[in-house]
Nanobody
């Protein structure tokens, strides 16, 4: 059964760091574009960072230079290293998988990140 399981969220002070991880139970993991989204209370879910099957990355302007996405195809994992965190980064963060050919899409259950000022 395909599923994504996130971990690594928590409470951190502004300026601190957190690392989110997502373990994907997906066949042909390497064929998926992997991404992290976030949703703050009262706001729409937004793309934070994306990494293609070829390792190309894309970031929201608000996190460029602070966040870094990486994948390990041997371990079926994707991570999000978050540095210099700000209170406005507070949100539930979701792992997302999108098959590059068939467009099968999967979501994780989300992990809460709270940044205190």
């Amino acid at each position: 059964q395909e599923q994504l399981v996130e971990s690594g969220g928590g409470l951190v002070q502004a300026g601190g760091s957190l690392r989110l991880s997502c373990v994907a139970s997906l066949s042909t993991f390497s064929a998926y574009v992997m991404a992290w989204y976030r949703q703050a209370p009262g706001k729409q879910r937004e793309l934070v960072a994306q990494i293609t099957d070829r390792g190309n990355t894309n970031y929201a302007d608000s996190v460029k230079g602070r966040f870094s996405i990486a994948r390990d195809n041997a371990k079926n994992t994707v991570s999000l290293q978050m540095n210099s965190l700000k209170p406005e980064d507070t949100a539930v963060y979701y792992c997302n998988a999108d098959h590059r050919t068939f467009r099968w899409v999967y979501w994780g259950q989300g992990t809460q990140v709270t940044v205190s000022s």
